[in-house]
């Protein structure tokens, strides 16, 4: 039986509460790296020295407004849970049973026949940690204990899980980290390199040099990780998938969720395209698109093609 590499979770839960602390600390160096140690002082130099720093210190405090912005959206955003005394439709099969291989591991997939006459059907998925159904694309939690809709991971950085309702604010968390550090790694460059170039010759106080130095590496190793990661989750949005669906399901499966790349993009991001850069829906989008709720989502029709 394959080895389910999800299980390592569990033991990420005492983790968690630093991670808030860690990423305020990064901010908490860049910041002064940029801002206060090189850029500020820079402002009162005159020319073009002016219009450069200006510029980086309102790019900088642009991103890293829209950055923490989507990062506590994250936090404090419940990823969806199933809702107490949920039941499938009698005539309702599991999605996923379409698409995915049957799980040989019997504790959440399938109803145990005395617990209802629906349960005779192997289409209905149970959780027997949670002693509840599970909607499609539902997975048991075993960090937070509980079933998570639509979940695509427990991130100890969020301290949360991943789902239905906080996955658009958690790729918007990447994309504008992965902005902000490569900012800052391409502002704080000429320092880094002046730093080695004229060790002797630099009059600047200890704490600058280190404090320079500290971020720019930081931000350019965060940079580089953040854009894997960034990436990934974007093919994952343009399937019309997510991390654990995309460990469970096999390349000769057919996914029936993926609706074409402009429809995924749309069950995550909403409709209008004025929101898809903030970490926020319209109320039209919430009240109309049944996917932000993470209970009910369409299918592929057999006949459709991929068009956009």
Known sequence: MAWNVFKLCTGLKVLGSVMILVVLSVVGVSYYAVVVANYVPQVWKGASATATALLVLILFHLLLAMLLWSYFA???????????????????DDLEAQSLPLDPTPTTTT?????????????VRYCRKCCQYKPP???HCSVCGRCILKMDHHCIWVVTCVGARNYKFFLLFL???????????????????????????????PSVLATTILA???????????????????SLVAGNTTTIEAYEKKA???WRFDLGWKRNFEQVFGMRRIYWFLPLYTEDDLRRMTVLQGLDYPLRSDNDSQEF
């Open 137 to 139: 694309r539902c997975h």
């Open 74 to 92: 994250v936090v404090f955003t419940d990823p969806g849970g199933v809702p107490q005394g949920w039941k499938p439709s009698s005539c309702e």
């Open 175 to 205: 994309l504008y980290t992965f902005l902000e550090t490569t900012l800052v790694t391409v502002a704080l460059l000429p320092q880094f390199v002046a730093i080695f170039s004229n060790i002797e010759e630099d009059s600047s106080f």
């Open 111 to 123: 109803v145990p026949v005395s617990l209802s006459t629906m349960a005779q059907s192997a289409n």
């Open 252 to 254: 000769s499966t057919r």
């Open 216 to 234: 720019f590496v930081l931000n350019l190793a965060f940079a580089l990780s953040v854009l894997g990661f960034l990436i990934m989750h974007m």
